[in-house]
């Protein structure tokens, strides 16, 4: 691995290009108002500055790289990497509104720019679309794989929505598990990373053992994922991390620290920070330095990472144990390292 | 044909038993907060008063209608015809959202019930659901044909999503030709019924010639359902249609009627009526019956149902020239007459 500490590895982040021109090609070939939307929401937007694909793409370039994983031809992936990034972005279309959330990759949200009830449209005409890539790049040689891989990702999308709605259940929420936290994130986060291995492995031929580790390394890494995400949220810096670090505070989010801290034994700290968090209206800047203070010394910040640590073993203990070309391994395991240490 | 006129033929209404047995039956597959809200939405709730399938399953029943007169095993055609209407479902809990109905075939509405965040993730699960249902229930000795009513089903859906955009655009303007509102009704209501005829030709192995005049024939009985759909919100008997009459005028909808008054050369009776129909507020009962007689007089109620007349007409065209089963084309001939005169 020839790659610089704490970044993607090269392996991985290739099959970006393939994904977006793919992906521009095939939108490009729908016109009218739903695809305006549409094209707006991925970056392909009919104009001489056209921003190009918007976010890494990570879903599917980690598909691409499994089946290339295991020897197999990434090309022949492409048709469900298409897929896959697309049932992300009409999750991510459809989120915007329900968090009520303006922004998206530092451009205005389609929620934001054409209002609640057209980003409803817009976000089930991607995940139309996702559907219809699948079949339309598929190979028609091969009915029985784009079946398959309709059907596996027909049901990780169910499973991400299912924790898309346990997490809006969890906000109305006073106290949350740590428990409740990780079976929301199972499905919100981990559903789609599942779906990335769990596919490339099928697209590589891969023996069904191998595949139910895959879908193994693809939870744990969600988790990984998910939890830096959160301590991102708190403990990040403002510029590196893209977003307005406070605001996960300042909405009070049950992020996995605050579930965390939530769960200690009660003492004087702990009420401390409840009786800041749970109070009423906007959280001042010194409120907002002690509320970090707090979940620091109660633990959750080194606790998130022992825990996102903890999830990256479980998934090395996979990752040795199935029959990937070593390069691959070696990048995975380096791909594990960014996502733990990452800084944005 | 035995069923007395302006019923829906028994041939039609027989494949809904079968249609809701197999939904229930796959939807009974799973749990979860997000399944309880689609079992309420379909009628398939988990206790001794289940109210069963909602709705007519107009769009499903006709998919098996259309491969048993061909010939064809009905039985064949059921996994497509549960992912039909279940598409057709996604699409209501959608469309109560963006038109804040809070009821839908007399019972609370989804998001009236869960709220509108939820409603959105109802709704997308059903859509998924849509897809594996007919993976699943498919007979998987015949995957290129689950990909090609796969790939047909995704296109209409699609098409019906971009007439929902239009319609919300139309309803931000007041004046709208009759040709924009029969380019947004040929996406929101003829796509599923292209459907219905499309793939009911396919799986009865109808020829592309067939095909293309089954599509037709869908289309055509689209736009007389949504005329008729229109003429009941207007002058339908509240009790026969079973919603509030005049909410389509109170809401100011812009409905075809209204658009046929629209559009002819202004004089007095045109003037009035704009005056009462662009003002601000509710409309009192007697302004309401000025509205009404004003479009009778402006021969919106005659102009709305020679329009569905002209299209029933062009439907039986294409009917007379496909080699379908007698009893079928007398009996799509019965339903053509019962969409044209239906009180509600």
């Known amino acids: 691995m020839t790659d610089a500490p704490g970044s993607l590895p090269e392996t991985i982040t290739k099959h970006r290009e393939t994904v977006a021109s793919r992906m521009e090609d095939y939108l490009g070939r729908r016109d009218g108002p739903l695809y305006e939307m549409i094209k707006y929401h991925m970056g392909f937007e009919d104009r001489p500055d056209n921003p190009g694909l918007q976010g890494k793409a990570l879903r599917s370039s980690l598909l691409l790289f499994t089946a290339e994983g295991f020897g197999g031809d990434p090309l022949r992936a492409v048709p469900p990497a298409v897929s896959l990034e697309l049932i992300h972005n009409f999750s991510l279309v459809h989120d915007d509104i329900q968090d009520d ?18 980003a409803i449209n817009a976000g089930d005409g991607i995940r139309d679309l996702s559907t219809l890539a699948l079949v339309d790049l598929a190979n028609s040689n091969d009915p029985e794989l784009t079946v398959r891989a309709t059907e596996v990702l027909g049901n990780y999308s169910l499973e991400m929505i299912s924790g898309q709605v346990k997490d809006l259940q969890l906000t109305d929420r006073a106290e949350i598990s740590v428990d409740d936290y990780l079976d929301m994130i199972e499905g919100k986060t981990c559903a789609l990373l599942r779906a990335s291995f769990h596919i490339g492995g099928i697209y590589a031929d891969a023996d069904e053992e191998t595949v139910a580790r895959l879908k193994a390394i693809g939870k744990y890494l969600g988790y ?37 801290a939530l769960q200690r034994s009660p003492d004087e700290r702990l009420s401390e920070f409840r009786d800041i968090y749970f109070s009423n209206g906007d959280l001042s800047d010194g409120e907002i330095d002690r509320v970090k203070k707090l979940l620091d010394d109660l633990g959750a910040r080194e606790g998130t990472n022992d825990w996102a640590k ?20 070696s990048d995975l395991k380096a791909f594990g390292e960014y996502l733990l240490t990452r800084e944005r």
């Not at 990759?105 to 054409?114: D, E, L, N, T, Y």
């Not at 505070?249 to 965390?260: A, D």
């Not at 903890?310 to 391994?329: G, N, P, R, V």
């Open 224 to 260: 990984v994922f998910q939890l830096r995400d959160d301590w991102l949220g708190i403990w990040g810096e403002q510029e590196e991390f893209g977003k307005s670090v406070d605001s996960d505070l300042q909405e009070r989010k049950r992020s996995f620290p605050v579930v965390y």
């Open 310 to 329: 903890k999830y990256w073993s479980q998934a090395t203990e996979e990752l040795e144990k199935i029959d990937m070309e070593d390069w691959a391994k």
């Open 101 to 118: 959330d303006t922004l998206r990759r530092g451009r205005k949200s389609v929620h934001a720019k054409w209002g609640a009830k057209q």
